[in-house]
């Protein structure tokens, strides 16, 4: 669990209620339903016209990431690597087949099991800078999906303001309903405003950010791989690995 991220959602919960009621506007203000049809809908009805099915439902699936980030122990890989090419060097590549089973993660797999095939290391690293493209590639549009709907809620919520306006105006010959009318209409700001900054785009930044890391890991498991089927050094191996990591 990320516990930072749940404390920044909790902080922006608690910012817009306390903000609103120390503004004297109070948690009533911050309820309407107009502004949930027109913002929050509204949000996802423009995201479902940018965006391919697949895609949408990647991105919704990463947003778990946010507070439950891919577990990565980059320090454990290297090492074993360097175990990995030992064993190559005792028994040949083929002896690498025994740790394909029990290696939980399917990209580290995939290279392994191209080691032992017998790839060739260009080859090796081929194939996979073609499968790190392609996740990478499908993961950083699952983020966008955040990123589009923190561009469009706002003006969503401008367009609220706007209707609610519109309404005020008709009402323009009992000033009694005028302060309520206009309050009302704000309300869709807020809702745009506030879910773009406290909520869509920081999750499309943190999900980026996962992302790119997963593509620095998997960049740092292309090299061992291409390492151990070239027949490298174990202790070159670990020092070319250990400059992936951050200082």
């Known amino acids: 669990m990320d516990v930072l991220t749940l404390i920044g959602f909790c902080f922006a919960v608690l910012a817009i209620v306390v903000g609103s009621i120390l503004k004297g506007a109070g948690l009533?203000?911050?309820v309407s339903a107009a502004a949930f049809m027109?913002?929050?809908v509204g949000t996802f009805a423009a995201i479902f016209v940018q965006t391919p099915l697949p895609v949408f439902r990647h991105g919704m699936r990463m947003f778990i990431w946010v507070l439950r980030p891919p577990y990565l122990d980059t320090r454990t890989l290297i090492s074993r690597f360097v175990e990995w090419s030992q064993l190559a060097r005792r028994q040949g590549l083929l002896g690498l087949e025994s740790a394909i089973g029990g290696e939980p993660d399917a990209f580290v797999r995939?290279?392994?099991?191209?080691?032992?095939?017998?790839?060739?290391?260009?080859?090796v690293r081929a194939i996979m800078e073609v499968e790190l493209g392609a996740r990478e590639h499908a993961d950083q549009a699952g983020a966008k999906v955040f990123e589009g709907m923190g561009v469009y809620s706002p003006t969503l919520g401008i367009i609220g303001a706007v209707l609610g306006l519109m309404a005020v105006m008709q009402n323009l010959a009992d000033p009694s309903k005028l302060g309520a009318g206009i309050a009302a209409a704000f309300t869709a700001t807020v809702y745009g405003i506030g879910l773009a900054n406290l909520l869509?785009?920081?999750?499309?930044?943190k999900l980026k950010a996962i992302v790119a890391h997963q593509s620095q890991v998997r960049e740092m498991t292309i090299e061992g791989l291409v390492s151990i089927a070239m027949g490298e050094n174990p202790r070159a191996i670990e020092a070319k690995l250990k400059g992936f990591l951050p200082d």
Do not use: M
């Not at 995939?110 to 060739?120: M, P, R, S, T, Y």
């Not at 869509?200 to 930044?205: C, N, Q, R, V």
């Open 110 to 123: 995939k290279g392994l099991q191209l080691v032992v095939d017998g790839a060739e290391p260009e080859q």
């Open 38 to 40: 027109i913002v929050i």
């Open 200 to 205: 869509f785009l920081p999750t499309s930044a």
């Open 28 to 30: 009533k203000a911050l």
